[in-house]
């Protein structure tokens, strides 16, 4: 890993409000850094457009914060986390960091980060953090998106935590499912079991216990035939009984026979030869015997077998018969017992089941609504707060499913809004200082949609337009400056109709003078178009020459006044400011010294006029020094009017600084409208931004123009100015020169009088 050096133990200081912006490309390389990143890494932007991010990064950072970092991002998942970053001069500083990659036209085209101050808190857990990783104390511990966790058993058991959401829904769905093909599997082999017990109880136990049960009867009925014709043994009887013992003999052997036929047990087959036996032995040896006797009307023979044959073989077939039927009754027993517990069984196991499938289903249900409605309703109140402008909420994804990809989505939605927002904070910030630099030019703007609404004008405009507004209520007597904004150019003209096609049909800047209020007003006005080609509205710049062309008058008139030699007229000062103030008390001293010398000199030809000499020289001494002064003061008026010419020369060199602002603006514009076409729907605003933006900028490079146009004609006034001034001195020198030549004649004139003078005296007393 690199190592930055130097580093030092000084903390830099960040302000509450820092937010530090960045882009690079899909390798980590900057592309973009905004001034707050500039300022606080101590880098000049040259410095890091071009270069890896990792220029910033502190030694004391473990590499597996940045191994998390990159992990993160590969997967196409935002990263948030604290981390400290070197200065330039190897200062540190900390910062909540949060990176996101950014996609155009469903391409990674790089990573964009937005970091903010790190809290007390998150810097001492990302202090401790980095400590025991630098000193391979981790343990267990390790970075994941960003955070400090634990690596536990528990951990690596959540793995269901990280299915989809389709996946669980799949998973209870078919667990579900199978649990249901289970029960019902056991409900519908139970339901077959018991039917065949059942199949088996009727068919085997029930249809065999009525067989034995109608050979029972039969054999019972053939004993009461013999004993009813033993009882009655007339002809008749014998003949219908005997008759009747055949059939009935014949009849037991088609329900035994079906009988045979049915499943049987092994004990039942031995019961079922026994009365086989037992029954043949019966009929043989017992009630066929007994009915011939019967026939032969021997009633004794008959009497003796019954007693001594057809009791016992009855009681012995009975006894069989007996024996068959308690076993059908003890097998459907048996049968019913064995489908009881088959039931107990398969009831106890179907709820067993049941409860378990619901129980598991409560869980997976309750762990899917959590892990379904808790991001829901934690993006919900982070999607509340980022509509409040709130860009710095610490957003964690829990899960890789699809909720923890709709956090992940809305925590880069969060990052890209929060470098869309400092992007926007930037350039309304470059935005409002061209604004207030348009606010308080001296040219008046004011700005109409395409409807001719008015929907900007600065200080200028109202200033020129309330100093006029008394008389343009004289057309108008509705107007009113204050009330501009908002108001349609249509009411400020005769003919709307004419003045709205001049203004579409407006293809370039149109310049002209006109009278506003009686006052003079130059206008120039241009369309606002776009990049698109569109025109989105009209700016129109005023300047009122009202003062210039007073004070070119005034001192026109005073100057040919002074030309015809008349010296006491001035300058009004009352309502001048600036240059013309400074301009006005400059001639206007000049005229008051150059009017003083010249009563000095008028005194002082008077006093020439006159004999009285002595007097007239020291008026010419005076009217001298008087001059002497006049020609300072005129020399301080030159050095006024160059110091005025530097003023000027020092105010036209702010027009690089103004163009220079149009140019940054225009680029800021181009920038902002290419970020408004990647943003698509959502950079609407930034595309009206962009749009307001040229449109300043066209405005600012006008004004700019306007300006650089007012200082060179107030220059070249003022270079007039110093030429007046420089001929003044000119002319003072020329006086003061000739009062000399007057006071040297004065002093020679007075000498040869006091040498006359005396003359005469010496003569007159004979001297």
């Not at 900390?94 to 980060?113: C, H, K, T």
């Not at 004609?713 to 007046?724: H, Y």
Request: charged content about 25%; overall charge negative; proline content about 3%.
């Amino acid at each position: 890993m690199k190592i930055n050096m130097p580093v030092t133990d000084k903390e830099c200081p960040i302000e509450e409000s820092i937010s530090i912006v960045s882009k690079t490309d899909p390798k980590g390389v900057i592309t973009y850094a905004n001034e707050d990143f500039v300022r606080i890494s101590g880098f000049s932007r040259e410095e890091l457009i071009g270069k890896s991010h990792n220029t910033v990064r502190h030694p004391d950072v473990p590499p597996e914060f940045f191994e998390d970092l990159w992990k993160s991002l590969k997967a196409g998942r935002p990263w948030t986390g604290v981390v400290k970053n070197r200065c330039k001069n190897g200062d540190y500083y900390w910062l909540l960091n949060n990176v996101a990659p950014f996609y155009e036209n469903d391409q990674l085209v790089g990573y964009m980060s937005v970091r903010l101050k790190a809290s007390p808190g998150q810097i001492k857990v990302a202090s401790d953090a980095y400590r025991l990783f630098r000193d391979g104390k981790a343990g267990n511990l390790k970075i994941q998106d960003g955070k400090v966790v634990k690596s536990t058993l528990w951990g690596k058991l959540e793995f269901f935590k990280n299915f989809t959401v389709k996946s669980r829904l799949t998973f209870i769905i078919g667990f579900l499912s199978l649990l249901m093909m289970v029960i019902g599997g056991m409900g519908l082999r139970g339901m077959g079991k018991t039917n065949e017990g059942l199949r088996s109880v009727y068919k085997d136990r029930t249809v065999a216990m009525g067989l034995i049960f109608t050979i029972s009867e039969l054999q019972r009925e053939n004993l009461m035939l013999i004993a009813s014709a033993l009882v009655n043994p007339t002809p008749e009887i014998i003949q219908q009984n005997a008759a009747e013992l055949d059939q009935n003999i014949l009849e037991i052997t088609r329900p035994w026979n079906a009988y045979l036929s049915t499943h049987l047990t092994p004990e039942e087959k031995i019961l079922a030869d026994d009365f086989t036996e037992n029954s043949t032995r019966f009929v043989r040896k017992g009630l066929k015997p007994a009915m011939e006797a019967l026939r032969a009307n021997d009633i004794a023979l008959a009497d003796r077998i019954r007693k001594e044959n057809i009791s016992p073989l009855y009681k012995r077939a009975n006894q069989s018969i007996r024996e068959l039927m308690q076993l059908q009754m003890d097998v459907a027993k048996e049968v019913y017992e064995a489908a009881q517990s088959r039931y107990d069984n398969t009831r106890n196991i179907a709820i067993g089941l049941i409860l378990t499938g619901i129980a598991l289903a409560l869980w997976l249900g309750f762990t899917l609504i959590r892990a379904i409605v808790c991001p829901l309703e934690i993006a919900i109140g982070h999607f509340g707060k980022i509509a409040q402008g709130q860009y710095n909420n610490i957003i964690d994804i829990e899960s890789h499913d699809e909720l923890g990809k709709v956090m992940a989505a809305l925590k880069s939605m969060q990052i890209k809004n929060g470098f869309d927002c400092a992007e926007i904070k930037r350039i309304a910030d470059e935005h409002r200082r061209i604004k207030v630099a348009l606010d308080n030019v001296s040219t008046g703007v004011m700005i109409a949609d395409n409807a001719r609404k008015i929907i900007y004008g600065n200080k200028s405009v109202f200033e020129i337009l309330g100093k006029a507004e008394e008389d343009i209520r004289k057309q108008l007597p509705n107007f009113s400056a204050a009330n501009l904004v908002g108001t349609n150019i249509d009411r400020f003209h005769k003919n709307p109709s004419h003045q709205a096609g001049m203004l579409s049909s407006l293809n370039a800047a149109h310049s002209a003078s006109v009278q506003v209020g009686g006052r003079p007003i130059a206008l120039t006005v241009s369309p606002v178009i776009n990049d698109e080609g569109q025109r989105v509205g009209t700016v129109a710049e005023l300047k009122d020459h009202t003062t210039e062309e007073l004070a070119e008058n005034e001192v026109y008139a005073i100057l040919h006044a002074a030309i015809r030699g008349d010296f006491t007229r001035r300058i009004e000062i009352q309502g001048k400011e600036g240059f013309f103030k400074q301009l006005g008390e400059g001639l206007n001293e000049l005229l008051a010294s150059t009017e003083s010398g010249l009563n000095d000199v008028h005194r002082l030809l008077d006093a020439l006029s006159n004999p009285s000499l002595k007097q007239a020289a020291e008026l010419a001494a005076d009217a001298s020094n008087r001059v002497g002064k006049a020609c300072e003061m005129v020399s301080q008026v030159a050095v006024k009017m160059d110091e005025i010419n530097d003023s000027s020369c020092k105010i036209g060199g702010i027009i690089p600084v103004i163009e220079d602002i149009v140019l940054q603006t225009k680029m800021l514009a181009h920038t902002a409208a290419i970020e408004s076409a990647r943003a698509g729907e959502v950079g609407g605003g930034f595309s009206a931004v962009a749009v307001e933006m040229r449109n300043l900028a066209k405005h600012t490079a006008t004004v700019a123009e306007e300006i650089k146009n007012l200082i060179d004609d107030s220059a070249s006034k003022v270079s007039d100015g110093s030429a007046l001034v420089a001929q003044a001195s000119d002319i003072m020198e020329q006086i003061i020169d000739s009062m000399r030549s007057v006071t040297v004649r004065m002093s020679e004139i007075i000498a040869a009088s006091e040498e006359q003078a005396t003359g005469m005296s010496g003569h007159l007393w004979g001297e």
